[in-house]
């Protein structure tokens, strides 16, 4: 019986608060095994150098005394193989048996990929004791295959197929408010960001090591946020933005590259804008950071725990102000067919 079914559904929700075998870890070894490790996105338009800046990595670990042994970065790679293959130069010798690229071409490969990758880096970390890094290619990639992945469950065709028959659709419509009816296949947004984000990328924000995602660009008109005077964000699912801790912009303008930063979780001010043309991106952008840290703009791991946990130390009053509209706010159903 359905009612039946139910109850047992709810015995079930009630039997977990009688399971008290949780374990945990205290806060200094919780501390010594992630608060080190990275999330970041390095984003921006193509040939900005978005490859280029994860390729200094194994440069910058050799300069800090890693051995290759040590070292392992595992790439989850959507786009064109010669992206990577151009870029091998970078890398020096003894380290390049030591980055693995995992190809994919669809939802299932990327979460697969990403299941594999995450057991072979806690693996590296229990083995050497050094974290080691994964690399996701392309968010936006990442976003439309969890689209394509819906569409192809929910009406048995891929995204491009479903997505053709409806741009028909609309095209022998006379009217712009039938029009938008022919799209309400894509009203099950929130099965869409199941799949993208419970059931991929908010479990790699918690994985206890280095993680660097890429992005192209996106327009971004919301005057709250922080990419507003750029005009771009990061391409893909609206809140990736606020699933890292470090969310760094390269441009490519004429002969020169430069890399600025719009995110520095545990940091109480953002470096200026560095160019950074033939030179390692990635080991600048770490210098930079050991100099805010030596001139005590770094927040302690209490601090952030603390803000993450929305604890607030006292402050003097302040005058009262109309709270803005965050961008988190913003309804998700309003998308563009750029999103799509």
């Known amino acids: 019986m359905v009612t039946n079914k139910k109850e047992r559904i709810g015995d079930e929700g009630k039997s977990l608060w009688k399971d008290d075998s949780f374990e945990s870890t205290n806060l ?65 010798k003894e380290y390049r048996d ?14 697969r990929a990403t299941a594999t990758v995450e057991k072979r880096l806690l ?78 990328i908010d479990k790699i924000k918690r994985m206890p090591f280095n993680v660097l995602f890429t992005s192209e660009i996106k327009e971004e008109g919301n005057k709250d946020s922080i990419f507003y005077d750029l005009g771009y964000r990061p391409a893909g699912e609206k809140d990736n933005m606020h699933r890292v801790d470090t969310i760094i912009h390269l441009s490519h303008r004429r002969d020169e590259f430069i890399m600025q930063p719009f995110k520095l979780t545990g940091f109480t001010k953002l470096y200026k804008p560095e160019k950074i043309t033939n030179t390692n991106a990635y080991a600048l ?44 706010s913003e309804e998700d159903e309003d998308f563009d067919l750029d999103d799509i």
């Open 123 to 200: 693996e590296h970390y229990k083995k050497t004791g050094h974290h080691g890094w994964m690399v996701v290619e392309l968010l936006e990639e990442s976003w439309k295959a969890s689209q394509d992945y819906y569409s192809r469950l929910a009406y048995g065709e891929n995204l491009g197929e479903y997505f053709a028959q409806k741009r028909a659709e609309v095209k022998a419509m006379k009217n712009d408010d039938s029009a938008y009816r022919a799209l309400t296949g894509w009203g099950d947004w929130s099965v869409i960001k199941f799949f993208h984000n419970f059931n991929w």
């Open 285 to 328: 952008h770490r210098r930079n950071l050991e100099k805010m840290e030596k001139s005590g703009l770094k927040t302690s791991v209490f601090e952030e725990l603390e803000t993450a946990a929305d604890i607030k130390p006292p402050q003097k009053p302040k005058q009262k102000s109309q709270p803005k509209k965050t961008e988190s």
């Open 28 to 92: 200094a070894d919780y501390s010594e095994e992630v608060a080190n490790t990275e999330k970041i996105i390095a984003y921006g338009e193509s040939n900005s150098g978005k490859s280029t800046f994860y390729f200094g990595i194994p440069s910058y670990e050799k300069s800090q005394g890693i051995k290759p042994e040590k070292f392992m970065m595992c790439i989850i790679f959507p786009d064109r193989p010669t992206g990577l293959t151009k870029l091998i130069g970078m890398v020096p």
């Open 98 to 111: 030591r980055i693995f690229v995992y190809p994919i071409d669809k939802y299932e490969d990327l979460v």
